[in-house]
């Protein structure tokens, strides 16, 4: 089900056993080749493709497509929502359906930035909360074998528009990808040091990192049609419940 | 424009003159004959119509649909962001975007209980970053007048899942009415108390306010006409510049 | 009964029936003719107007006298809260004594800029505790009519320092009015934009906004007469008690 | 100068060498003797003695009387801001008035209460503008002497609704002053344990703390006439300048 | 008992009438001659004694080491909280282990630019959560007759890395203190200004604020004794209960 | 050098290449095998051993032991910071010392529940002060390899009070080991879900997962010296300082 297209009786009306999907994503810039909504188009796409296929199961949300971007502010049309912001969101649209009733809750990402606020985010509500069974993940997630086994460029994971998501983005809207305009960038060997935070105008020349210029339709496809079916696989998990100790 | 289809470069050449337009909506109960996601759906038609039409003049961003609902939160399907996140979700949107240089924001609102948040967040920003040129307004404000002459209801402007919303979505998304639940609500005569601060569920039996079995398609035309070549003149003022003192 | 002159054990014996009459002013610029306290002024004299004429009805706190005032910063000598400061105050007044168990409130502004931030702290504590029942208003909201008959000048309605405010002062502070610096200002005709956020000094030359050359203590009084007549009506109807749906 | 009645250009006319004096109070239970407004009421006289005296040296804002009451909350009446508010409302008003070229400021309180929240709320603004001269200390800090001499009780300083402050009362307000309800309270012999933390209803049986029974008006005359001298000789020292190192 | 070193189940066979011992101290500037560290280690090994001698009686948590020293960072390697950090801090330890059970709570400090924050943050604690039995105390504040015994210098009570502090450093840490660096400062004699928010770089020429040079062990060893038993007399007291009403 | 032991002439002293080494910890329960300061005993262990090796390229900070350990608070003895808190600390000690002229910092983690506020933290002062190198890791991160070579158990990766961390603590600090107490925990093979977030309280019976009966010294010492030399050779390449772009 889609939440916007409901109307209160109706969602008043499901079953508390339905998985809450809640896509984020992110308006920030992909290179010049990609639009700036790339991330919020392929999150909300695998999470439409997962709610088409079980539709009973799920009670998907609109996009938080406001991420925390703030490592890409130094390109323009970047939004970015400060972190409070971005974690408020998502602990609003929680609070508001736990409040009706809803327990289980799964985000399903299409940023990577995301990834550490949504986590704080969820524990708090956990917390909070516990009796809520929360889950997240990037879609990309649970299927990096298969992203592995697609990608043909030095990089074997999803970067930032990349082979892989230049590969999503001509499978998925076409019409948004500037083939022309497809760039390697950000290419440049790791150094001997771990876990740096960087931004991506020290990282980049034109904001990608990858290799953009390998990507195909085929390929998204293949990494798209595997995320969804992973996302079905979770959700279906999480609606059919199941329990923790002692399983 | 639309920015969440443009690359990076793209938006770094648009000139800065460029009036920045933001859509307010929410997802909020709506009574049980029209979808939670009512109010996006109308501030984007609104905003989409207005770009369409004078694209090079106007920069749209994706609408920030999470509300200030908690008057609705009682009826299931409300999604209601704190106080602190709405506004903070509006001023991260102009924040970014006057990094990279622009200085005219329009915000278009199709959400009542937005209007004062927008207010307190707009002021602080403007307080903080002086040169910005910033406006806001529910897309029903300046089309009072038009919105009076096509309403036979009793009330003779727009209040909530109302004969107004109800004609508009019949223009703008007729699939999305429950027009076999059209129902007429909140009718009590105002009391000899002004000012008063209310929930929905203290002021209505199931949702509405007003009389949405008087919805038709062609009074929604009219308004949402309207309400499109005002925001049309509006942002095409904005576009040109004007000055306050002396003009 | 004024809150400030009494002892607790007065007050722990007051009907929880009574009205809780909070005032909110400001201490900001008016011109080169009236005081920066004139919000705060006019606030509680209407406040006062009415606890005198019905005080076994209203139980008046102290004005709350810091506005939200960040537009007028630009002239000397006012006084802004920041916007979390000044509804926090609101909002600590009204839930210090729905401890003691008070549930009608009703706050009479002084300070236009302070109507917004006044509604977003009132959801903010209605959403909470809904069994409050709360009110708010400009005093100048409900007396329009009286108004607009009374002002001479093109503006028919309050603006800033003007033929009403400084009409007012004449009737209640008369000696706080510098008759030889009444001042016309921020005279000029409104652009074809609609709905801008301006700050006071991007408005006018000294601060003012209409024709406060035009006041008189006659017509200060008759606004005043009207302003309190409509709040003693207003409090009487909220002590009596009102129900909303049904009724 | 009293700031609430001059008007904008007097204030831009004043020398940056005048000292901004804000006096802080609280509007909280007394006891069943005194008003709920006394420590506002207590403050404020005694900076406007002051002001009286050097007004070319003093510029005196309005009271900020809503104060740091969480203790006294058991109590009908009592209003109290949050810390974050009340230490917000302080700091509003300073950094209100330094922004207008102000640079020197004494904070005259009247609630112990208040005293840490002062504290914490000043250093933060020195270390933010630490050319900024500010100052602060309860009315009563600088003449426990006189204090100590004055009361015929056992408590030697000032408590709460006590001897001293009763005495003050019927000094200032007499007629506020409940003769008939004057009482002792919060005798007990302390504990052989320091430094906690108590609410007062844990510590008296109707709220005051000490002997009011005592309280004379001459009593409060002899404190409060030190107190006014100690402010004049504080605020006269600031304005001439001092300088910390190498004097 | 130390906590750090206990497992859960030991802490959960606690009883809930032992008193929750938290030191609090700071990392920052204490003059030429002794190490950043200085306060820490005092409350510490202040509280560290205490515990050696009633074990049973106490749960010694480690020590909020970051303290409020914003007065000192113009001075290289000072460490300082924010105010909110600061006081969110002793707020977690406490509401974790109010969580457990524990009721009885005595924070003892050693940097006097946290008695403020404690206060307000300890006071906030036992407004939500008046059950609980809190006191806070500098290690110095009970032995201030002691202290004055001990120093020859002109200063009779503690300062800042002065004849007090160099020589409990002397008796605690004697490896830590730089004797060849021992120096006196900050000796100006105060103004006829009292109350005045200062930073040490405004007040001293090398940090420190006293007469250094006048340390020995032994006057260490002396105060840091009687602060020992003191504040085992202070924690037996809180341990064996006390009620404040009627006792 | 450790800061906490010198003095402020001293730091000022300090190359500005030296980089900045903060350990984070915790003080959470361990199962009934190791002590709740576990955390922050082996973070520092590891920064102690890397800052003894190379005391010329290193400020070592004490260690922020209060770590986010809201899904422990179950289990007594846990403490735990809020997020704003537990951040605001971080940013606290960066904040302050970056003022001193230190551009290079490294966080040195031994709490996996630090990890997402470690990077959400970072990122924010990232995109505050871009000029600032900073990175953190958990001190396992890099040498997991190592790690599972020496784990026996079915886990091959840190987990909670598990085969490595016991281990880990055999080897540093063997006296804080309950080997009476060594217990297997949370060993549920992982159902066919992802992503979840859960309370310790939810997944185990006593607080460990893993096989911590299986844990050795001699596995604690091969996962520490590893620890230390990734460390050490992650600090020197920070001091020797590297280019992101173009190298």
Redesign the interface.
């Known amino acids: 089900m889609k ?10 009306a499901l079953s508390r056993e339905i998985v809450v999907l809640i896509p984020t994503g992110s ?1 920030e ?9 790339t991330d ?1 188009i392929l999150a909300t796409a695998v999470a439409e493709g997962a709610e088409a296929r079980i539709p009973d199961r799920v009670l998907m ?2 996009t ?3 991420g ?1 971007s ?2 890409h ?1 130094a ?11 971005y974690m ?2 998502l ?3 929680i609070s ?2 736990q ?3 809803f327990r289980k809750f ?1 985000i399903i990402n299409g940023h990577g ?1 995301n ?3 949504n ?2 985010a ?3 509500i ?2 909070q909360l ?1 009796a809520l ?5 990037g879609y990309y ?2 299927v990096a074998e298969e992203t592995a086994d697609v990608l043909e460029g030095p990089f074997k994971e999803i970067r930032h528009a990349c082979e892989a998501e230049a590969s999503l983005m001509m499978h998925i809207r076409p019409d ?1 990808v ?1 083939k022309d ?1 497809l760039r390697d960038d950000g290419l ?1 060997p790791e ?9 991506f105008d ?6 990608s990192l990858g290799y953009a210029t390998l990507g195909m339709p085929a390929k998204g496809k293949a990494i798209f049609d595997a995320a969804v079916a992973a996302l079905v ?2 959700l279906t ?2 609606h059919e419940g ?1 329990v ?4």
Chains 1, 2, 3, 4, 5, 6 share one sequence.
């Open positions: 939440l916007a297209e409901l109307t209160w009786p109706e969602v008043e308006c810039q992909h290179g010049p080749h990609l639009p700036v909504f919020s949300t609109p938080l497509w406001l925390a703030g490592h502010l390109f323009a049309g970047t939004l970015s929502a400060s972190m409070d912001t408020g969101a602990t609003s649209v508001s359906l409040r009706h009733g799964f930035g990834n550490e606020p986590g704080v969820l524990r708090q956990k917390e516990p069974m929360i889950g997240h993940s997630g649970p948004l500037r305009k440049a150094p001997a040091v771990y876990g740096m935070i960087h931004l020290e990282m980049t020349e034109e904001g696989k979770q998990a999480l199941y923790l100790r002692g399983f």
